[in-house]
T-cell receptor, first 115, second 117 residues
Framework: GAGVSQSPSNKVTEKGKDVELRCDPISGHTALYWYRQSLGQGLEFLIY????????KSGLPSDRFSAERTGGSVSTLTIQRTQQEDSAVYLC???FGGGAGETQYFGPGTRLLVL | AQSVSQHNHHVILSEAASLELGCNYSYGGTVNLFWYVQYPGQHLQLLLK??????LVKGIKGFEAEFIKSKFSFNLRKPSVQWSDTAEYFCAVSPSYSGAGSYQLTFGKGTKLSVIP
């Protein structure tokens, strides 16, 4: 597609439930990022995938968070046993390569509300 | 690790006023610098970026930013704002070397700009 797409655009869930958020990067982009944007905060890095390399999971806030990227393309971010503090906008970004300073292209985000 | 500080949380200007949004970063090496913008209801998009060379960078929609290495700053400017510039602006930094860690983009907390017609 023309840009990064994410689904769903909005998700409301009950505390304790699991959620899956999906990201379709720009075709041909080898690098994929997940960020979390909470109210009044900047973007918090969660995880990074680059080609077939092991992902950088250093930003995941707890072991309830996990992500995978299948076939070097689509990625799924899973949050298990959601908590109210998980409520945020989850953003996905992709970029063409791993070079320094390459531009990241962002998706529209998934707005998650945990009741 | 790098960090980014944006001085203003919310800026309110009248149309035609001049704009300057502050951004300071902390990092021990050379950096690439970015400004991203998020218009209401839209996704983040790149406004401009600095890699090397001329420290005055021009971006889309009449925006520019100046990299002042001695001050670790990358302030965003526009001589005359329009109502359509109402948005949230994020400064970001990444290490400029290639290799491990160079992909890390660290964002500031953002500055919300409201332009009054």
């Amino acid at each position: 597609g023309a840009g990064v797409s994410q689904s769903p655009s909005n998700k409301v869930t009950e505390k304790g439930k699991d959620v899956e958020l999906r990201c379709d990067p720009i075709s041909g982009h080898t690098a994929l990022y997940w960020y979390r944007q909470s109210l009044g905060q900047g973007l918090e890095f969660l995880i990074y995938f680059q080609g077939n390399s092991a992902p950088d999971k250093s930003g995941l806030p707890s072991d309830r968070f996990s992500a995978e990227r299948t076939g070097g393309s689509v990625s799924t971010l899973t949050i298990q046993r959601t908590q109210q503090e998980d409520s945020a906008v989850y953003l996905c970004a992709s970029r063409f390569g791993g070079g320094a300073g390459e531009t990241q292209y962002f998706g529209p985000g998934t707005r998650l509300l945990v009741l | 690790a790098q960090s980014v500080s944006q001085h203003n949380h919310h800026v309110i200007l009248s149309e035609a006023a001049s704009l300057e949004l502050g951004c300071n970063y902390s990092y021990g090496g050379t950096v690439n610098l970015f400004w991203y913008v998020q218009y209401p209801g839209q996704h983040l998009q790149l406004l401009l970026k600095y890699f090397s060379g001329d420290p005055l960078v021009k971006g889309i929609k009449g925006f520019e930013a100046e990299f002042i290495k001695s001050k670790f700053s990358f302030n965003l400017r526009k001589p005359s704002v329009q109502w359509s510039d109402t948005a949230e602006y994020f400064c970001a930094v990444s290490p400029s070397y290639s290799g491990a860690g160079s992909y890390q983009l660290t964002f500031g907390k953002g500055t919300k700009l409201s332009v009054i017609p």
